[in-house]
């Protein structure tokens, strides 16, 4: 039952920004759960993908795919720098020592809550660049997106959404749907890397408390959904940035 409420609480906090909460339940893992910082990433991976498998149907039947469908050059653009990102990050996770993964995903959530602070608080104009230009720059953010979302295990939505909105000029729902066609390949490579790695065997053994945290983050997220701006982002979200914050402080300290 505390799994569960775990997942839903995460989910619902997910939810209310239109997110999957997988930021959230990182630190969860490692200070509640007690799980060493490369187990608590390959879960989280794990719970993340299946979040966002069963979101993006839902996702789709809230923007139409002809809305959608003529902007996939900006999917691929990302995923050329997304998916060798992820493989490099992974790689970089399960050889790094443990104390120094900790304060690495310490840095990663003040990362994160600063990002969810500019993306629904701030102003994001386009930025004007060649095109050219435009699909460099799309192909090292998406590079920078893959390493961080696989070093933490999340799908990566908090910086993708605002990466296209700022060098694509695109709405942000279409974003918030691109970003989800841009995460779920880019959690698989990771997905596969972590594999290959001994650690791994965590999914196995805690494969009941993975299919239980997963189960109330769904219905949390849902939840979360149709509270959607009942609370007020301006007080929300500087509220759940506070949180991730104190998070880091919490991770960067644990042993």
Not at 137 to 148: E, H, M, Q, R, S
Not at 198 to 226: C, D, E, K, P, Q
């Amino acid at each position: 039952m505390l799994v569960v409420a775990a997942g839903m609480a995460i989910g619902v906090l997910g939810g209310l920004i239109g997110l999957g909460g997988a930021e959230f339940r990182l630190p969860l893992l490692i200070g509640v759960f007690g799980f060493a910082a490369l187990e608590a990433v390959i879960l989280n991976k794990a719970m993340s993908l299946i979040v966002v498998v069963t979101a993006l149907p839902a996702r789709l039947v809230a923007v139409s795919w002809s809305d959608v469908a003529g902007h996939w050059p900006v999917a691929l653009n990302l995923l050329a720098g997304s998916l060798m990102g992820a493989w490099v990050g992974a790689s970089w996770a399960t050889r790094m020592r443990s104390a120094t993964l900790y304060r690495v995903l310490a840095i990663l959530l003040v990362l994160i809550a600063t990002a969810l602070i500019i993306t629904h608080l701030g102003q994001l104009p386009a930025v004007q660049l060649p095109s050219a230009a435009r699909i460099v720059v799309g192909i090292v953010a998406g590079a920078l997106i893959g390493v961080v979302a696989s070093l933490m295990g999340v799908a990566g939505g908090e910086l993708i959404i605002p990466t296209i909105v700022l060098l694509f000029a695109l709405d942000i729902k279409i974003a918030g749907t691109l970003s989800l066609a841009v995460s779920l390949p880019t959690m698989l490579v990771a997905f596969t890397r972590y594999s290959r790695d001994a650690s791994f065997s965590v999914l196995h053994h805690n494969r009941r408390f993975v299919i239980l945290m997963a189960a109330g983050s769904i219905a949390g997220t849902m939840l979360g959904g149709l509270l959607l701006g009942v609370v007020s982002s301006t007080v929300l979200i500087p509220l759940l940035a506070a949180l991730l914050v104190l998070s880091s402080i919490k991770v960067w300290r644990h042993h």
